[in-house]
Each structure stands twice: as C-alpha cells, then as structure tokens.
C-alpha cells in the first residue's frame, strides 16, 4: 500500500504567490502588494504568500488601501521581500526612472501573464538587469518571475527544469524566497535530502523566522530519521503561523516518536532501519530481513533500471503499534509512505507473506522515484503486485469482468481496486512490453500527465488501450465462458 507524502507542490506555490488587496509603498521606490499588514509600534507586519515579515515603520511611504484589481496596477513593479529584504537605497527619497514609471518591465500580477509571456517578460529583465541603475530591481524582478516558471514546472512534474529554474532565480537575487524555498522543495520531492538541507540552512541565516523554510527543514530530518529535530522545526512553524498541513505533519511524527524513540538503527548498504531490537523483532529475523531486502534492491534496480537517490528507510513494528502509529485499519500488512512500514506479527522467521509485504512497499519507493512522485495510484498497486508474484484467480477476472460491463463509461481508475489495478498492469505488460511501462514512468519524470505518458511510450492512445484491455476480459465472460 502507498500513500504519498505532504504535497510540498503547496509551499512552493504559497512562496510564490497569492491574492492580495493593500499596497505598502516605501520610501526607496518600490510598491509591496500584500494580503494583510498592522503596525506594531515603530514596525510594520504584513503577510505576502512567503509568509510573515517584519520592517520598520520608517521605511513606509504611505499604505495604498485597494481592490484586488487595483492592486495588480501599481505604478512600480513590486519586488519580492523577505524578513531582511527592504533596504533603503542611498537616495532613499528618488523617484523611479522615467523608463520604470512609463513602461514597467512587467505587471504586478504574474497571475494574469501566460507562461510565454512571463518567459518573455523574464528575458526583458535580465536585459534590464546589465544596467546599473536598473540592475538591483530588475534582478530581484527576474528572480521572482523564474520562481514562478520554476513553480509551474515543479506542479508539472518536471522537477529537473524547477530545480534548473529555480537555481537560475537565485543567481539574480541569492535572496530570493521563492526561490529558496522553492528549490528546497523540489530537492526533498526528488529524495535529495542533503541538498535541500544545505540550501535550507543557508536559507534560515536570512530569514529565520519564515514559517515554510522551517516546515522544510523538518521536512529534511523526518527524511533523515530525526524525528526530535522533525518535531522541534514543525513547532517552530506553527508558532510562526498557524497552517493544518503542518499541523498534520507535527501530529504524526508525534505518535511515530512516543513508539519507536527507543529503536535501534541499523544502517545497510540500501537501508535504514529502525526497531526494537530487544522487543518484536528478533536479532535472527532482522539480520534475514536485512538480507532479502538488500538482495531485492539489486533486483528491483536492475528491473526498474533505477535506483533511489537516498537509502531507504524500513521501520519494522510490532502490530499495535504499527497501527497506532500509520491509524491505518487492521488489514493493512504494510505501508509506503516516504519509508516502508512492516508490523511483524510476532513473527520470529522470514515467511512467504512477510517477504510479499517487503517486496511489495520497496517497489512503490521505486517506482516513486522513478516516475517523480507522479505515478498514479493504479500503475503503483499493479506494479507492486505484479513484482511480489500475484495474479489473478478466474473468480477475480469473473467479478472485475462484471463491474467493468457494468461501468456505464466510468474510468474504472476512479473507482479504484486492486484487482483492476493488477489486470491492466499485466495487460500492459503482456501487450507491449515491460519496456514501455519504464518508458511510460520517465515520462512522467518530465511532467507528461499519466495517461499521456502512457499512450505515448504504447504508441497508442490510452483510451484505446483501455478499450482494448476491456474488451479482452468482457468478452469471454459474456460469451458464457
């Protein structure tokens, strides 16, 4: 069974923008739309997508009360900000250049632009940006316009050109938020944890106290197994603002460290794993499961012509808690959910089932890297079938041949099961080849949409493909054998 980690696409989009109604105007030119401000003494908080930040009241002009309409209007190109961001320039009190004032190089809203023409009003900015008089604003300008390419790339699916993108921002304006934390995102979605934990550190020495860059960090060491420093970031996030993902996030790596805080760790060449050493599992089983694990990552990599870019965390369970930890019901026998979670059973041996289950939540942290994060449910069920040896019975293609007939033209995907999910995978499989499923996957690397990537690498169409596959299992069936 899989289940897909925080969707970290929503901080990237947080950072890179949102509705907003006022307009701060400052005192060295430039116009900050935002979505809610208040003085506090001598300081100024106000909310923009990035989060909360913090100036003094000093730097304020005047606050412009607008329409949202209104707001995507300003006579000067607002720059992104961060917690440090605004900084007089040395002629606090000049006005925009003529240029600036008759023809900004783009409109406030990057919402209302296509991406050709953010593309293009990216290229004017970088022109913009060889000019000394221009360069700081334009800079900052660009960084913010390629965040947003980025981000469009990254909800996508292609997070190489994001990763491209976003990099690009950063040599603009090295501190750009969106950018910051855009980048880290996309390198925690790719499994690179260590350079997303390099760019967020170096991110927090700028803005440490932004809520996301925090939210990722913890991110950061959930994935390396630090659910204490997981725990005291997500904190730390919340205290910033208030957000349910996070929260959601903060409850589960709670639960996950009342049970497993005392578990040993055991590294592998592949592996991480975590257990009680002197509870349910035994040092027998664990060494054996060890073993098969590692044996099945050659397999799986030679298979999928693929090998995940961290090792891969395995934590081992007794029932209970496996259950206390996941709130997944009884019949759940695994899970993968960015690690593989095994409740043991009070098993003391390697067992048919057991090693099913093992092979089954590994093939899902393969086939995930692989395809991005963006493998469909069905494809990632039957694949993980097909890789722990199931088929199905007469009885099954009987009972998956009536609920087809029965459709009336609805996509069986989104009425979603195991058994149809293992029968188009196989037919797949059987009709083209294992090769175009591959194919299929590295196409949705890129950001091809599923059933594209599909039709694609088949050379047919994926509703004709389907049609094809229902066909085949209607048919006898209906024909009364």
């Given at each position: 069974m899989v289940k897909r980690r925080a969707a970290l696409l929503v901080f990237i989009a947080l950072a890179t923008g949102a509705a907003r109604a006022d307009v701060l105007h400052l005192k060295d030119g430039r116009s900050i739309p935002v979505e809610s401000w208040e003085y506090r003494g001598d300081q100024v908080v106000f909310e923009i997508p990035a989060g909360s930040v913090t100036i003094?009241?000093?730097?304020?002009?005047?606050?412009?009360?607008?329409?949202?309409?209104?707001?995507?209007?300003?006579?000067?190109?607002?720059?992104?900000?961060?917690?440090?961001?605004?900084?007089?320039?040395?002629?606090?009190?000049?006005?925009?250049?003529?240029?600036?004032?008759?023809?900004?190089?783009?409109?406030?809203?990057?919402?209302?632009?296509?991406?050709?023409?953010?593309?293009?009003?990216?290229?004017?900015?970088?022109?913009?940006?060889?000019?000394?008089q221009r360069r700081e604003q334009a800079s900052r300008q660009a960084a913010l316009g390629l965040s947003i390419l980025a981000a469009k790339s990254a909800e996508a699916g292609d997070l190489a050109a994001a990763q491209g993108l976003f990099g690009e921002a950063l040599t603009y304006d090295p501190r750009c938020l969106p950018a910051l934390i855009g980048l880290?995102?996309?390198?925690?979605?790719?499994?690179?944890?260590?350079?997303?934990?390099?760019q967020l550190e170096e991110a927090l020495l700028s803005f440490p106290k932004d809520p996301t860059l925090h939210y990722l960090m913890g991110e950061v060491h959930y994935t390396q197994e630090n659910l204490h420093d997981a725990i005291s970031e997500w904190e730390?996030?919340?205290?910033?603002?208030?957000?349910?993902?996070?929260?959601?996030r903060l409850e589960k790596a709670k639960r996950e460290f009342s049970v497993d805080e005392g578990f040993e760790r055991k590294d592998t060449a592949h592996f991480t794993f975590r257990y009680?050493?002197?509870?349910?599992v035994s040092p027998g089983l664990a060494s054996s499961l060890r073993d098969y694990l590692e044996e099945s990552y050659r397999e799986l990599s030679d298979r999928f012509q693929f090998a995940p870019s961290s090792p891969v965390?395995?934590?081992?369970?007794?029932?209970?808690?496996?259950?206390?930890?996941?709130?997944?019901?009884?019949?759940?026998?695994?899970?993968?959910?960015?690690?593989?979670?095994?409740?043991?059973?009070?098993?003391?041996?390697?067992?048919?089932?057991?090693?099913?289950?093992?092979?089954?939540?590994?093939?899902h942290a393969f086939v995930a890297g692989k395809s991005g994060g963006n493998c469909p449910r069905w494809l990632q069920?039957?694949?993980?079938?097909?890789?722990?040896?199931?088929?199905?019975?007469?009885?099954?293609?009987?009972?998956?041949?009536?609920?087809?007939?029965?459709?009336?033209?609805?996509?069986?995907?989104?009425?979603?099961?195991?058994?149809?999910?293992?029968?188009?995978?196989?037919?797949?499989?059987?009709?083209?080849?294992?090769?175009?499923?591959?194919?299929?996957?590295?196409?949705?690397?890129?950001?091809?949409?599923?059933?594209?990537?599909?039709?694609?690498?088949?050379?047919?169409?994926?509703?004709?493909?389907q049609k094809a596959w229902v066909a085949g299992l209607v048919q006898p069936f209906a024909e009364g054998r």
């Open positions: 003094p009241r000093s730097l304020v002009l005047r606050v412009e009360a607008t329409t949202p309409s209104q707001a995507a209007k300003p006579a000067v190109t607002p720059a992104p900000v961060g917690e440090h961001s605004p900084r007089p320039s040395p002629r606090p009190e000049a006005k925009p250049s003529p240029r600036i004032t008759a023809k900004p190089p783009i409109p406030a809203d990057w919402t209302g632009l296509s991406v050709p023409e953010m593309q293009r009003a990216v290229e004017t900015l970088k022109r913009e940006a060889r000019d000394p880290s995102a996309a390198y925690l979605r790719e499994g690179k944890d260590h350079y997303a934990r390099s730390t996030s919340l205290n910033l603002k208030q957000d349910s993902r996070v929260a959601a009680d050493e002197s509870g349910s965390t395995v934590v081992l369970y007794a029932t209970r808690e496996f259950h206390q930890v996941t709130q997944e019901p009884a019949s759940v026998s695994g899970l993968f959910d960015g690690k593989i979670r095994v409740p043991l059973g009070g098993l003391k041996t390697m067992s048919p089932p057991l090693r099913a289950v093992l092979v089954h939540e590994l093939t069920e039957g694949l993980a079938q097909m890789q722990e040896g199931r088929s199905l019975s007469p009885g099954q293609e009987r009972a998956l041949a009536r609920d087809l007939a029965a459709s009336e033209g609805r996509s069986w995907y989104d009425d979603f099961s195991y058994p149809s999910s293992l029968s188009f995978t196989l037919y797949l499989t059987q009709k083209y080849s294992f090769a175009v499923v591959l194919q299929a996957l590295d196409r949705m690397k890129s950001g091809v949409p599923p059933e594209s990537a599909v039709g694609e690498a088949a050379g047919d169409s994926f509703e004709e493909i």
